[in-house]
């Protein structure tokens, strides 16, 4: 591929501009002194939202494979933000709950992450920025229609 055609790839400009972002907010966590990747606090974010979950609605919500989930409810359950507690009514589920400390951690690392996300959009008018995600809902639904 001609770089030309590279640099005009929807899916390498939108790629680059997640790595970027990726990669910053990754950066201010570690200087607020959390080693927390940007998986691990989406799912306490989505804990502290929904209750406690299983390890199945967990993998639904943040849209990733069975084994990447795991691992990410291992790390957090190591760093003592999560606890597992086995499904009553499956044995073979897990119910997993955020620990005090991980809302902790999530009180203070979202608001780094709005920050990022307000810095991000600088410079664009509402408008603009409702096109934007309407425009990429659409392709999101363009490609998903081809499944």
Not at 70 to 88: A, E, P, S
Not at 126 to 135: G, K, V
């Amino acid at each position: 591929m001609k770089k030309v055609e590279r640099e005009s790839s929807i899916g390498t400009k939108i790629g680059w501009a997640f790595r970027v972002l990726r990669h910053t907010l990754q950066r201010q966590f570690e200087a607020c002194g959390y080693n927390i990747t940007l998986e691990q606090w989406l799912i306490l974010m989505i804990l502290k939202n929904k209750g406690a979950c299983s390890q199945y609605e967990l993998t639904e919500a943040c849209d990733k494979e069975k084994t990447t989930v795991t691992r990410l409810i291992d790390n957090l359950h190591k760093n003592g933000l999560v606890r597992r507690v086995q499904d009553r009514n499956d044995r073979r589920s897990n119910i997993i709950y955020v620990t005090q400390k991980g809302l902790e951690v999530e009180r203070v690392l979202t608001p780094i992450a709005i920050e990022l996300n307000r810095k991000a959009l600088r410079g664009f008018s509402e408008e603009e920025i409702q096109l934007f995600f309407e425009m990429l809902d659409r392709m999101v639904k363009n490609v998903s229609e081809d499944k």
